[in-house]
């Protein structure tokens, strides 16, 4: 072939000859040199991130995340950010941390990295009501960069029952993601009253658990990773729709629940566990007050989780019921404390509003006999406050200070009128 005849890079001008590598298009050619520029210019007015999302794995879809771990928050950044609204409960921000930084790690990893591939660590929390489970779920939602949904596992029902699937999990995920496959894909999901779907009696045999069991076994699939069938719109399945294919692999789960009565359980397996003269000292170690702290996986089955499903939430972490300390300082202290929303609330009315230490320590008081946690607290703020609620704005004053009298009055007229 002489040189006229050559092919020639339709950007550069160049014969096949002049360059190491000429590729053929429908209607012209491009070298390789021409191939690394055009690359070059794309990242530098698209972005890395862009052509990242652009690279694809052997298996069609996106080998390399658009997350740049230079940018991704650190552990401890995570926590000192959950710290700014929730009150201690150290030990679930921890593995929460963790979680998340190892899930946007995960994402990162090329796939021929030395053949080891990073699997996912599903988290259970576990914790008395009120201790802040959804609120650390919501809290870090804000700071992700990645789709973030909360579904409630009480609505699930098994396929042909009155109730939702357990594919709608991935529907609101969608939802979030704007309908974008790849980022639901690689989204964090937050399945809260995991409890409510304990098997409701030891033998599965005589009933159809249709809320409970069956639906753990529905969820097993999404836990472990797998290629689902989401109906694009949610609710039921039926035959003749169109469904989005979702791959549940790079999908991390987080799952909590109150679990309300496995300490009994605990304290079960804590006594059968020791026996003689050595026992009594065992025994004296043990916190009674605090037996969520000594949960082990084997606790969860015997309150109704099925072995499965335990397998695929490797993670468990407790959160610490909270004492009067902790519901004082949730009073006041993160940024968007039930004192701070009532006098932004007040503000925007023009009114001033303060509350005395006393009445502070009331609200605590009955939130301590009531025993609903920090839920506690903001039922009796709203007894507490609904009177100035309504009358104040109206009457075009400038300051309002809550005093303990005050409080105890608006608590014994509320329940008054709900007798």
Known sequence: M???NKNRCSFCGRREDEVALMLTGKNGYICNDCVRQASMIIKENMGEDFLADERKGEDGRASQNSLNLKNIPKPRDIKSHLDQYVIGQDSAKRFLSVAVYNHYKRLAQPFDDNGVEIEKSNIIMVGP??????????????????????VDAT?????????????????????VADYDV??????????????????????PSITRDVSGE?????????????????????GRKHPDQDYIHVDTRNILFICGGAFDGIERKIAQRLNTHVVGYD?????????????????????????????????????LTHLNPLDREALRNILTEPKNSLVKQQIKLFAMDGIKLTFEEEALDYIVDK???????????????????????????????KTLTITKQYAEEQVEKNARMKE
């Open 2 to 4: 002489t040189g006229k």
């Open 129 to 150: 009501t009120g201790t802040g489970k959804t609120l650390l779920a919501r809290t870090i939602a804000k700071m992700l960069k990645v789709p973030f949904t909360i």
């Open 182 to 203: 790849a980022a639901a894909e690689r989204g964090i999901v937050f399945i809260d009253e995991i409890d409510k779907i304990a098997r409701k009696q030891d033998n």
């Open 155 to 175: 609505v699930f029902t098994e396929a042909g029952y009155v109730g939702e699937d357990v594919e709608s999990i991935l529907s609101r995920l969608l939802q």
């Open 214 to 234: 069956g639906v753990q076994q529905g969820l097993l699939k999404l836990l472990e990773g797998s290629m689902v069938n989401v109906p694009p719109k949610g």
């Open 279 to 315: 026992s009594v000292q065992n025994m004296q170690k043990i916190d009674t007050k605090d037996l969520m702290q000594y949960i082990k996986p084997q606790d969860l089955k015997s309150f109704g989780l099925i072995p499965e499903i335990i397998g695929r939430l490797p993670v």
């Open 367 to 397: 939130a301590v006999e009531y025993k609903l946690g920090a839920r506690g607290l903001r039922s009796i703020m709203e007894a507490i406050m609904i009177e100035a609620q309504y009358n104040a704005p109206s009457e075009n004053r």
